[in-house]
């Protein structure tokens, strides 16, 4: 059973108590179940993996379609847990998610996740170039969702199972296309990027404005694959988040960052 202090979140029942807490936020539609297995592969780190409304274990529950109610109620949530040194990771919408709970919690004069981990979603000043979807028909909708790759084909042939799914990723849509962008002051966490080599939702010049948005040190790797790298790169992903949160810990010894297993780009700015 998975243990977690709150329905928000769930560790997997590993590394419970280490010193360091990586917080994980979800792309559009999906859940914490695509972390499952990073604790096993971040022994050091408690993994804590947002479980957002209108999914899995929370699929009756009404999903959020405004990012500022979401952050509002993440806030309240997360506020208990920020006791220890603790990093964000979010992937394409989770990216969003995880800049704006940083800027929230500034405003807020509450502790500062140390690195942000922010992969294929790109800088938020440009996004209101974005095409709307949250508000075309059901049909026309899901032919967008196919483009982007990220449902799979045995969902795509359960037609009672889009029906349970669809609620959720128009929401999370709709939290993405009516977010209103407001500069301010950069905020004091790395920013550690990723994009990947065929993505072409958040191409890599786009995914370098996340640079504008920190203070801090600003790095942007590139890893095999379109803009699902999160899946079909992981081992990659997570040797180089490992890598960084190392960097980050023992700052004092600089450690290179390799990732043998596959060709990647890095840009360190």
Same mark, same amino acid.
């Given at each position: 059973?998975?243990?977690?202090?709150?329905?928000?979140?769930?560790?997997?029942?590993?590394?419970?108590?280490?010193?360091?807490?990586?917080?994980?936020?979800?792309?559009?539609?999906?859940?914490?179940?695509?972390?499952?297995?990073?604790?096993?592969?971040?022994?050091?780190?408690?993994?804590?993996?947002?479980?957002?409304?209108?999914?899995?274990?929370?699929?009756?529950?009404?999903?959020?379609?405004?990012?500022?109610?979401?952050?509002?109620?993440?806030?309240?949530?997360?506020?208990?847990?920020?006791?220890?040194?603790?990093?964000?990771?979010?992937?394409?919408?989770?990216?969003?998610?995880?800049?704006?709970?940083?800027?929230?919690?500034?405003?807020?004069?509450?502790?500062?996740?140390?690195?942000?981990?922010? +992969? =294929?979603?790109?800088?938020?000043?440009? %996004?209101?170039?974005? !095409?709307?979807?949250? &508000?075309?028909?059901?049909? /026309?909708? #899901?032919?967008?969702?196919?483009?982007?790759?990220?449902?799979?084909?045995?969902?795509?042939?359960?037609?009672?199972?889009?029906?349970?799914i669809l609620p959720a990723m128009r929401a999370d849509f709709s939290?993405?296309?009516?977010?209103?962008?407001?500069?301010?002051?950069?905020?004091?966490?790395?920013?550690?990027?990723?994009?990947?080599?065929?993505?072409?939702?958040?191409?890599r010049q786009d995914m370098l404005g996340w640079r504008d948005q920190? +203070? =801090?040190?600003?790095?942007?790797?590139? %890893?095999?694959?379109? !803009?699902?790298?999160? &899946?079909?790169?992981?081992? /990659?992903? #997570?040797?180089?988040?490992?890598?960084?949160?190392?960097?980050?810990?023992?700052?004092?010894?600089?450690?290179?960052?390799?990732?043998?297993?596959?060709?990647?780009?890095?840009?360190?700015?």
């Open positions: 059973m998975d243990y977690s202090p709150s329905i928000w979140f769930s560790n997997f029942s590993k590394n419970i108590g280490a010193p360091y807490r990586l917080f994980t936020f979800p792309f559009a539609g999906g859940g914490s179940a695509i972390y499952r297995q990073w604790p096993a592969r971040l022994p050091g780190v408690e993994v804590m993996a947002v479980c957002l409304p209108g999914r899995e274990m929370r699929i009756e529950e009404a999903p959020f379609d405004s990012m500022a109610a979401l952050m509002q109620k993440l806030l309240q949530e997360i506020a208990p847990l920020l006791d220890r040194p603790f990093a964000f990771f979010g992937h394409s919408m989770g990216a969003l998610m995880a800049f704006e709970l940083a800027r929230q919690l500034a405003k807020m004069n509450l502790p500062q996740p140390e690195q942000l981990f922010l +992969s =294929a979603f790109q800088a938020p000043e440009n %996004l209101a170039e974005r !095409h709307i979807l949250h &508000k075309l028909s059901d049909a /026309d909708f #899901l032919r967008q969702l196919i483009r982007y790759g990220g449902i799979p084909a045995a969902v795509l042939d359960a037609p009672e199972l889009l029906k349970m939290m993405i296309e009516t977010f209103g962008f407001n500069a301010g002051k950069p905020i004091a966490s790395d920013i550690v990027a990723f994009c990947g080599s065929h993505d072409h939702a958040a191409l920190t +203070s =801090a040190g600003f790095s942007l790797s590139e %890893l095999p694959g379109g !803009h699902f790298f999160l &899946k079909s790169a992981e081992s /990659d992903l #997570l040797q180089l988040i490992e890598a960084s949160l190392e960097q980050r810990q023992f700052r004092a010894v600089p450690m290179p960052v390799s990732c043998p297993t596959s060709q990647w780009r890095h840009d360190g700015v």
